[in-house]
């Protein structure tokens, strides 16, 4: 019974490349210690159940470290994301975006448009943070408008920091769901061949 690990990219952020290598260490030490238990036939198979489970639950909470571990690079990642899209103006930078968005409201539909695109277009931060910073009524759009225009506000502000972001929680999820079934695997390990031995 074997249990394959995925790889992961090179570029991988290092916090997860190390959890991902405590992974493969406690399943690969898990597998040489149990086996050569269930190789010893010095031990009674009571005995040998007995070290199993002692194994197992080390290895277990070696996992529920790395749990851990993955959980505070989430909290990481969260934190970074929530840091990037509020950038609450404050000073001088809030009384621009007020004037900013007051000539927004005052201009007409299509060349309120215009004028978002083009700022998207020309990556005008001004115009862009003035979107992002302020509620949808301040900027005369419709709440689907707004959801529009922020999204790719964002994306033209951050878009490479908010895609590392994404990459590295989808890598995150990976490694999480390899770790579950580490679990799982590391639950069940000898004991399908131990029934048979009793």
């Not at 493969?24 to 040998?48: D, E, F, H, M, W």
């Not at 007051?102 to 700022?119: E, I, M, N, Y």
């Not at 009524?137 to 590392?164: H, I, P, W």
Request: proline residues 2%.
């Amino acid at each position: 019974m074997n249990f394959e690990i995925e790889p992961i990219p090179e570029d991988a952020d290092d916090s997860l490349a190390a959890s991902h290598a405590d992974l493969q260490r406690i399943v690969s030490s898990l597998q040489v210690k149990a086996s050569a238990i269930q190789g010893s036939y010095n031990r009674t198979p009571i005995q040998r159940d007995v070290d199993l489970d002692s194994c197992r639950r080390d290895a277990i909470a070696k996992l529920d470290q790395v749990t851990r571990s993955l959980k505070v690079d989430q909290d990481h990642f969260a934190s970074r994301r929530r840091t990037l899209r509020v950038s609450l103006a404050t000073g001088d930078r809030l009384a621009r975006y007020q004037e900013m968005r007051s000539v927004l409201r005052g201009l007409t539909g299509p060349k309120r448009d215009a004028a978002l695109q083009l700022a998207i277009e020309g990556k005008d931060e001004l115009v862009l943070h003035a979107v992002i910073d302020g509620a949808a009524s301040l900027c005369g759009l419709n709440s689907k408008e707004y959801a529009a225009y922020t999204e790719q506000a964002r994306e033209v502000l951050y878009g490479t920091e908010l895609l590392e972001i994404e990459n590295a929680e989808a890598l995150l999820d990976a490694i999480a769901q390899q770790v579950d079934r580490g679990s799982t695997f590391i639950e069940t390990f000898g004991k399908e061949t131990l029934a048979h031995a009793v």
